[in-house]
C-alpha cells in the first residue's frame, strides 16, 4: 500500500489509490462432498497463548467454485467447476503469537515496518509523477477509523487513517499494543510477509481453490459457510460488522475489531474464521475476469492465477484475498461468503489483513 499513498496525492482515481488518500488527509443444499474429509484431531479448548496451529486434512475431490448467485459479485461468476489435490490447512487464522514467534526466530521486520522509498513508489505510478518528500516517507499503515456518522461509501478514505507506526505490534498505532491480544489474528501483513512466514514454517499460502473448498466445509451450493441463514443481530456466525457502517457498531457479537480465534463455531471441517474477522491472502494473483475466462471448460484441476489484471491498481499485480472481514455488513459489503474475491496490492497492510497456511503433504 505505501506505494499507493502518494498515488492519490498525484490525482489517480482508482480503488486502491483512494486509500492513499488517508495519508494525507487523515495524518477498514447441504451435504458431505466427494472425497472430502478432516482427519486432523482438535483439542478440546485451546491454551492460553498457542504458537504452533493445528492443521485440518482436507482430502481434495472435485467441487463447484464460485457461485451464480444474485448475492455474488461479478468476479465471483460464472460457478464453474474445479479439482484440487489433498492438503493440510491451518485452523485458524495465524495469531499474533504464531506471528511473535517467527519474528524473534528470524528477525524479521514487516512492510509496515519499514519506511519505503521513493524508488519504490514512483515504480507504479504513472510517468511524471512528483515524488514523495522524505516527509512522506515514513514507516506505517491504513487503521481503520469508525466515523462521526453517515458518510459517502463510495469514499474510502472517510474511514482508512494512514498512521504512522501501525504494524502488526501496534495494530491501532504506537499507543497501542497487543496485551491480551496473543489469540488474536496477526494484521498489518502484507502478502509479502505472509509468505516469508509460510516459508519459515515450511508451508505455504492455499490456492483461491483450496481456500473456497475449505471453507465450505463439506456444504454444497451453500451461500454462506454455515449454510442458507444470513446473519443478522441475533444470527451471529462470525465476527462481521452489526450496526450501520461506519459509524454505528452495535457490537452484537462482542467486538469492534478482531476477535480471538475460535471464538466462533467451526465449519463442518472444523475450520474456524473462514468467514470475518480478517482477510486472507492467497497465493493466486488477482485477476477480476479469471472465472469468465474459464466459463464452458472442463473440469479445472488445482487452478492458480500467475498473472492477473486489477482494474483498481493497474499498475500493480494484486493478491487475492479471501473471507471478508470484521468490516463486513451485508448493506455495504457481503463478502464473508466462501465465492467472495478480493484484491490487494502485495505490498498493503491493513488493520482487517492476515492470513493462514497450508501444506502439501
Excluded at 459517502?152 to 494512514?162: E, G, M, R, V
Amino acid at each position: 500500500m505505501k506505494s499507493h499513498l502518494w498515488t492519490l496525492a498525484a490525482g489517480v482515481a482508482a480503488f486502491a489509490i483512494v486509500f492513499a488518500a488517508t495519508r494525507f488527509r487523515n495524518t477498514k443444499h447441504a451435504g458431505q462432498l466427494p472425497g472430502e474429509s478432516v482427519v486432523a484431531t482438535r483439542p478440546a479448548g485451546p491454551p492460553s497463548v498457542v504458537t504452533k496451529p493445528a492443521m485440518a486434512w482436507i482430502a481434495g475431490g472435485e467441487f463447484t467454485m464460485g457461485t451464480d448467485s444474485e448475492l455474488g459479485w461479478p468476479d465471483e461468476k460464472p460457478a464453474h467447476r474445479v479439482r484440487v489435490d489433498g492438503y493440510w490447512i491451518d485452523e485458524t487464522e495465524v495469531t499474533n503469537a504464531m506471528f511473535a514467534k517467527f519474528a524473534e526466530a528470524t528477525g524479521y521486520i514487516t512492510t509496515a515496518e519499514r519506511a519505503p522509498s521513493a524508488e519504490e513508489i514512483l515504480a507504479q505510478l504513472p510517468p511524471g509523477t512528483p515524488a514523495p518528500s522524505k516527509e512522506q516517507l515514513v514507516a506505517g499503515s491504513l487503521v481503520f477509523t469508525m466515523t462521526d456518522g453517515p458518510v459517502d461509501l463510495k469514499d474510502f478514505s472517510q474511514w482508512w487513517t494512514w498512521t504512522i507506526g501501525a504494524n502488526w505490534k501496534h495494530p491501532e498505532g504506537p499507543e497501542s499494543n497487543l496485551d491480551g491480544r496473543e489469540q488474536h489474528p496477526v494484521v498489518h501483513v502484507s502478502w509479502d510477509d505472509a509468505v516469508a512466514y509460510a516459508k519459515w514454517a515450511g508451508k505455504r499460502l492455499p490456492t483461491e481453490a483450496e481456500w473456497e473448498l475449505a471453507a465450505r466445509g463439506g456444504l454444497i451450493d451453500k451461500p454462506y459457510v454455515w449454510g442458507d441463514d444470513a446473519p443478522s443481530e441475533t444470527r451471529l456466525f462470525a465476527n462481521i460488522w452489526q450496526g450501520e457502517f461506519p459509524h454505528k457498531n452495535t457490537e452484537a457479537d462482542g467486538f469492534v475489531r478482531t476477535a480471538p480465534v475460535r471464538s466462533f463455531k467451526a465449519n463442518g471441517f472444523g475450520l474456524y474464521d473462514m468467514a470475518g474477522n480478517v482477510w486472507e491472502w492467497c497465493a493466486d494473483a488477482y485477476d477480476r475476469d479469471a472465472y469468465a475466462r474459464r466459463a464452458g471448460r472442463d473440469v479445472i484441476a488445482n487452478p492458480l492465477v500467475e498473472r492477473g489484471f486489477d482494474p483498481r491498481n493497474p499498475r500493480t499485480l494484486s493478491r487475492a484475498q479471501r473471507g471478508g472481514s470484521f468490516l463486513c455488513n451485508d448493506k455495504y459489503c457481503s463478502r464473508y461468503r466462501p465465492s467472495a474475491r478480493h484484491g490487494l496490492s502485495p505490498d498493503t497492510g491493513m488493520s482487517h489483513v492476515g492470513f493462514r497456511c497450508v501444506k502439501s503433504p
